[in-house]
């Protein structure tokens, strides 16, 4: 993914990009009617209510002005319950909810809209055709105010919910999954160790490596005909110590720079192109409900089955528009244990004492076995979790219960 691409992205889905637009979309709504007046049909001209518009606007001043408000608290308590219940990592998701932007987005440009509106009627901006047209653009603004009004009443009330959580982040981690499945390795070639004169390009700012523009990579590699290691992948935190990559070449200080500059790093880490984030979080959100406070085992379970379509989504790789790799560009692949501890290990260690989570953490680690490279990863998380949930397990039908469970689907073989 380009950098610049990113950038829009994210800009896309932050709260004030598409307040701002229909911000000013309201604000030319209510101005342009004056312009749009002399090519307006006489027919128009007649009585429609038009007379009644500015009573109807400071209606809706007022009226928009509250929902705008109420919506706003909505949306802050559902980003907090999703903290507190959920995860914190789950709040960047919330905050690119596109229902919720829209609502949020379309009852201010309302507001605006009748604001301006109210004020262009005071200073007599408006003759009788430009004020048929304000008229009718009010009628039109209460309509889409009043679909988005149903479309959010029946949105909020699952906003911010624990199944909302798990389902925002799996999609999130589902969708960085099948990056990882289409690149593995960005672009590049796979790894191979630097030549022992390599030079190491680290970072001059601290924080979570979030993008790599690899394509600008190659771009640099090609001109300054150098061969690059990419060291620090996605979610990797790095600081001026810990090279970025390493360069087999002579690199002068615009080469340098360049190298850098394809790298984003950041405070937070972001899901686009780390996977593991995806994984962690969901984890995060079983931990928390496996704990003595909450004791929340269906959560858990949840979340189990969650992980389990996004492992499926990197065992089903889209090849389609898979590019050519840079035979320049080497990166180290994001190996599958790692994925999978990082998604399971702290299921199996809080929930070592519940049988139930036990028991469906061992069928999907068993039901992801067949479709992975190679099994023995998902096979040793399984014998790893039993292992703990005998030490953890007090009573000693628990334990038989587990075992059965393993035997019923092939994880343990019988006594001889």
Same mark, same amino acid.
């Given at each position: 993914?380009?950098?610049?691409?990113?950038?829009?992205?994210?800009?896309?889905?932050?709260?004030?990009?598409?307040?701002?637009?229909?911000?000013?979309?309201?604000?030319?709504?209510?101005?342009?009617?004056?312009?749009?007046?002399?090519?307006?049909?006489?027919?128009?001209?007649?009585?429609?209510?038009?007379?009644?518009?500015?009573?109807?606007?400071?209606?809706?001043?007022?009226?928009?002005?509250?929902?705008?408000?109420?919506?706003?608290?909505?949306?802050?308590?559902?980003?907090?319950?999703?903290?507190?219940?959920?995860?914190?990592?789950?709040?960047?998701?919330?905050?690119?909810?596109?229902?919720?932007?829209?609502?949020?987005?379309?009852?201010? !440009?309302?507001? &605006?809209?009748?604001?301006? @509106?109210? /004020?262009?009627?005071?200073?007599?901006?408006?003759?009788?055709? =430009?004020? #048929?047209?304000?008229?009718?653009?009010?009628?039109?603004?209460?309509?889409?105010?009043?679909?988005?009004?149903?479309?959010?009443?029946?949105?909020?009330?699952?906003?911010?919910?624990?199944?909302?959580?798990?389902?925002?982040?799996?999609?999130?981690?589902?969708d960085a999954m099948r990056g990882q499945a289409a690149e593995p390795r960005l672009g590049g070639m796979p790894a191979?160790?630097?030549?022992?004169?390599?030079?190491?390009?680290?970072?001059?700012?601290?924080?979570?490596?979030?993008?790599?523009?690899?394509?600008?990579?190659?771009?640099?590699?090609?001109?300054?005909?150098?061969?690059?290691?990419?060291?620090?992948?996605?979610?990797?935190?790095?600081?001026? !110590?810990?090279? &970025?990559?390493?360069?087999? @070449?002579? /690199?002068?200080?615009?080469?340098?720079?360049?190298?850098?500059? =394809?790298? #984003?790093?950041?405070?937070?880490?972001?899901?686009?192109?780390?996977p593991r984030l995806g994984l962690i979080a969901l984890s995060e959100i079983a931990s928390r409900a496996l704990s003595?406070?909450?004791?929340?085992?269906?959560?858990?379970?949840?979340?189990?089955?969650?992980?389990?379509?996004?492992?499926?989504?990197?065992?089903?790789?889209?090849?389609?528009?898979?590019?050519?790799?840079?035979?320049?560009?080497?990166?180290?692949?994001?190996?599958?244990?790692?994925?999978?501890?990082?998604?399971?290990?702290?299921?199996?260690?809080?929930?070592?004492?519940?049988?139930?989570?036990?028991?469906?953490?061992?069928?999907?680690?068993?039901?992801?076995?067949?479709?992975?490279?190679?099994?023995?990863?998902?096979?040793?998380?399984?014998?790893?979790?039993?292992?703990?949930?005998?030490?953890?397990?007090?009573?000693?039908?628990?334990?038989?219960?587990?075992?059965?469970?393993?035997?019923?689907?092939?994880?343990?073989?019988?006594?001889?």
């Amino acid at each position: 993914m380009s950098l610049w691409r990113h950038v829009l992205r994210r800009a896309a889905r932050k709260i004030w990009f598409r307040a701002a637009l229909f911000s000013l979309g309201a604000v030319l709504l209510a101005l342009a009617a004056r312009v749009l007046a002399p090519i307006m049909p006489d027919v128009f001209s007649s009585n429609m209510g038009q007379d009644s518009v500015d009573q109807i606007l400071e209606i809706l001043a007022s009226s928009m002005l509250a929902v705008t408000t109420f919506s706003l608290t909505a949306m802050v308590q559902a980003y907090s319950s999703a903290t507190t219940q959920g995860t914190p990592r789950a709040t960047q998701l919330m905050l690119a909810d596109n229902t919720s932007q829209n609502a949020l987005s379309t009852f201010l !440009g309302g507001f &605006l809209f009748s604001i301006v @509106g109210i /004020v262009a009627l005071s200073t007599g901006y408006y003759d009788p055709k =430009a004020r #048929t047209i304000l008229f009718l653009g009010t009628v039109a603004v209460i309509a889409i105010i009043a679909i988005t009004l149903l479309r959010w009443i029946a949105h909020v009330t699952g906003f911010g919910r624990m199944n909302d959580v798990i389902d925002r982040v799996e999609e999130a981690a589902t969708d960085a999954m099948r990056g990882q499945a289409a690149e593995p390795r960005l672009g590049g070639m796979p790894a191979r160790p630097p030549e022992p004169d390599a030079v190491p390009v680290r970072p001059r700012e601290t924080g979570y490596v979030t993008l790599i523009d690899s394509a600008k990579l190659a771009r640099l590699a090609e001109g300054y005909d150098l061969y690059l290691h990419v060291e620090a992948l996605p979610g990797a935190m790095v600081h001026p !110590g810990r090279p &970025l990559l390493w360069v087999d @070449g002579a /690199v002068d200080a615009a080469a340098r720079d360049g190298l850098i500059s =394809a790298f #984003t790093i950041e405070p937070h880490r972001d899901f686009d192109q780390d996977p593991r984030l995806g994984l962690i979080a969901l984890s995060e959100i079983a931990s928390r409900a496996l704990s003595p406070a909450v004791n929340d085992p269906g959560t858990a379970i949840a979340v189990l089955n969650a992980t389990q379509r996004v492992f499926l989504a990197l065992f089903d790789p889209d090849e389609t528009d898979r590019a050519e790799p840079s035979p320049r560009l080497f990166v180290p692949e994001l190996t599958l244990e790692e994925l999978v501890e990082a998604a399971y290990r702290p299921i199996a260690r809080d929930g070592a004492g519940n049988i139930e989570v036990q028991i469906r953490l061992q069928k999907t680690l068993a039901a992801l076995a067949p479709f992975a490279p190679d099994p023995k990863v998902f096979l040793d998380m399984a014998d790893e979790s039993a292992e703990r949930a005998r030490e953890a397990m007090e009573h000693a039908s628990d334990r038989e219960a587990l075992t059965l469970a393993r035997r019923g689907i092939g994880l343990e073989e019988m006594p001889a």
